[in-house]
């Protein structure tokens, strides 16, 4: 999975993308089962993700709850 940032006229737009592909100036993104395309000059950044494990999971689940700081 990636996070695609897009400049969408001055706003920062994220996606989560299961795939993508760049091709001549488009990146084209797949994003919630549908292909979406945008200009590689808007494209601010493509990170890539991994998504958490049944054992992060557990252990987000099994956590007390946050610490506050008293002061």
Do not use: Y
């Not at 592909?21 to 994003?31: K, L, P, S």
Request: contains cysteine; aromatic residues 8%; negative net charge.
């Amino acid at each position: 999975m990636f996070v695609i940032s897009i400049d969408d006229n001055g706003d920062e737009r994220n996606f989560l993308a299961t795939s993508f592909n760049i091709d001549r100036g488009t990146v084209i993104a797949t994003i919630c089962g549908v292909k979406r395309r945008f200009s590689a000059t808007d494209v601010i950044d493509i990170l890539p993700v991994e998504p958490l494990s049944a054992r992060n999971d557990r252990f987000i689940d099994e956590r007390s709850e946050p610490r506050r700081m008293h002061g």
